[in-house]
């Protein structure tokens, strides 16, 4: 008579070799034998020692899927990699997904300024008459602030659709009452 063997292991061994030394000992112990029937050891039996977590999940559900179907060290170096890649690839997604949104806003927040400008322009030109030194230097700044912005070819349309408007602004002053009679005088 013997007592019961049992398989123990240190806490701190990596649950990898855990998975493997429980696979290896399934494998070579677990057929029928003269003292024990097949599948008896190694087993999930309580003890004086208490079962580790892997070799729990290892009872519960046998061998992990990537050491069922890739080498121990490739299943081991994708476990790795999943870890790591997957919350990453789960936070940078949405910041991927909205990245060409915010850049579409600065693009036509940069042409959204002239405009408001513009719109100033329009509103002094009410006030204070469209002959006034102050609106035609206000219209050649935008002109000119138009003229420097830097933009990518997908947005040339919004800019020569601003520019035009400018112009028209522009003609505006030009065709003024007042400025034909400034001009007639």
Do not use: C
Not at 47 to 56: C, I, K, N, R, T
Request: hydrophobic residues 40%.
């Amino acid at each position: 008579m013997a007592p019961k063997a049992s398989l123990a292991v240190r806490a701190d061994l990596h649950p990898a070799i855990q998975h493997l030394l429980l696979g290896a000992a399934t494998q070579i112990h677990s057929q029928a034998g003269i003292f024990q029937k097949a599948g008896q050891f190694p087993a999930a039996e309580p003890g004086d020692l208490p079962l580790s977590d892997e070799a729990q999940r290892f009872y519960k559900n046998g061998r992990p899927f990537l050491q069922e179907h890739f080498p121990f060290w490739l299943a081991t170096l994708i476990e790795r990699v999943l870890v790591v890649f997957v919350p990453l690839a789960a936070v940078l997604y949405p910041v991927f997904k909205f990245l060409p949104q915010v850049y579409d806003w600065m693009m036509q927040s940069k042409i959204q300024r002239v405009y408001d400008d513009m719109r100033a322009v329009e509103n002094d030109m009410g006030t204070e008459g469209p002959h006034s030194d102050n609106v035609k230097a206000k219209l050649d700044d935008l002109d000119r602030r138009a003229s420097q912005l830097r933009l990518p070819n997908t947005y040339a349309s919004t800019l020569y659709t601003l520019r035009g408007h400018l112009n028209l602004v522009r003609a505006r002053v030009a065709n003024s009452p007042e400025h034909q009679k400034t001009q007639e005088s």
